[in-house]
Structure formats: C-alpha cells, structure tokens
C-alpha cells in the first residue's frame, strides 16, 4: 500500500517559537493532503486541506495565519505552528491518497509546547 | 448538520466476536471508512464502502446499508492486539471525511 511518512515524529518547543512538520508521500503523488489535529481522547479534526501549487483550505475555526500550510510539491506538504502556546500540543496527522476513497495516514507527530 | 453516531466503548472476550456499529446523517456520500487506532498512534486503514452490502477482509468485516445510513464492522476471533479505538468515517459529497468520536475496543483474556 501506499506509504505516507511525518517528520518530525515527536518535538518540545518553547512557546513562542514556531514549528515545522513535514507530510510526504514515499511512493505515490498527492495533489491533495489533508491535516488533523488529535487531542488526547479524542476524534480526529480535520484542520485543513493542502493543495498542491494552491491556497490551503482552511476548516473553520482554525486560523490561517498561525497553522500555515505549505504544499509546494506533489509529494510534500509542511504544517508550520506559528507562535506556539501550550494549547497548540497535540498530535498532529497528516493524511493522503492515490484515490479520493483511500486515505494514508502518516505517523503522526507529537507537539509539546513547554 | 453532519453526524456520526457510534458506540464510546465495548468490551469483548478473546476469541469471540463484536460488532460495532456506526449511523451517519451526512450531505452526500462517496463511501464509508473503518480505521483502527492504537494509543499514540495514527489511524490504519482498515475498510472502505461505498456500495451496499458486505465486505470481508480476513477477520474484519466490514457492512453497509445506505438506505439507512448505517455501518458495522465484524471482527471475528478477537485477539489481544484488536483492543484499539474504531472510528468510523464517511466521505461527504465534496469528499470530505467526516469523523465519528471512535469506539474503544477492550479485549478481556
């Protein structure tokens, strides 16, 4: 099956700072990835829709300018954290697929904002 | 609004076999999804439908009746590995997941 992989898996920050998280596709393309957040015991929420060579679409109620989303290819797409604060901790999933009814997860990464 | 419905948590015994069902009431609908997830971990997928009926996979089963909006995934001779979150997803007529709130699988020995 398809292989979808997320660096960094885990990361501590200081609040304040911001924070990269890569999503790829190892061996398919991806025009479109998706990004969840996960807080624990909970069910994933989708946070946006990445487009390759477009605007990210944005779920309501996450803001834009502090979840930038970056699809630059048709493999890769980047989350950056902006200004992070405690709050922003959480699991952080990124999702793509060849088909519009299969979805791969990447492993997830844990951010821990201290 | 969208909604999907399943169960918070079940208890079953190693061996046995459990059902868990999931409702939807969503605008449109381009298939239905079943993932497992561990603790800490990312969702796996597990199945897909999108047409009526059943779909076997191993120990997993997984059924769908669009009339009435319905899901269940069938596992069969449960082992300890199975104990996990369900979560039960459709996809939406602009092929947008939307998630249930999972059911926590507990496997008792």
């Known amino acids: 099956g398809a292989v979808v992989s997320q660096h960094p898996s885990w990361v501590i920050c200081k609040s304040g700072t911001s924070v990269k998280i890569e999503c790829r596709s190892l061996?398919?393309?991806?025009?479109?990835m998706f990004w969840y957040r996960q807080f624990p015991k909970q069910s994933l929420m989708l946070m946006a829709t990445?487009?390759?060579?477009?605007?990210?679409?944005?779920e309501q109620g996450v803001e834009k300018d502090k979840f930038l989303i970056n699809h630059a290819s048709l493999t890769l797409s980047t989350l950056t954290v902006t200004s992070a604060h405690p709050e922003d901790s959480s699991f952080y999933i990124c999702?793509?697929?060849?088909?519009?009814?299969?979805?791969?997860f990447g492993p997830g990464t844990r951010l821990t904002v201290t | 609004g969208q909604n999907i419905d399943q169960p918070t948590e079940m208890t079953a015994t190693e061996g046995a076999i459990v059902q868990i069902n999931c409702t939807y009431q969503t605008s449109g609908f381009n298939g239905l999804f079943w993932y497992q997830q561990h603790a800490g971990e990312a969702p796996t997928f597990l199945s897909y439908n999108v047409l009526d009926g059943l779909e076997e996979k191993g120990r997993f089963s997984s059924f769908l009746s669009r009339s009435k909006g319905y899901s269940y995934l069938l596992l069969k001779e449960l082992q300890m590995k199975d104990s996990a979150s369900y979560l039960c997803?459709?996809?939406?007529?602009?092929?947008?997941?939307?998630w249930g709130a999972g059911t926590k699988l507990i496997i008792k020995p």
């Open positions: 061996d398919f393309q991806a025009t479109t």
């Open positions: 999702s793509a697929g060849e088909r519009e009814y299969e979805q791969y």
């Open positions: 997803a459709v996809s939406d007529s602009n092929y947008q997941l939307i």
């Open positions: 990445s487009n390759e060579g477009s605007k990210a679409t944005y």
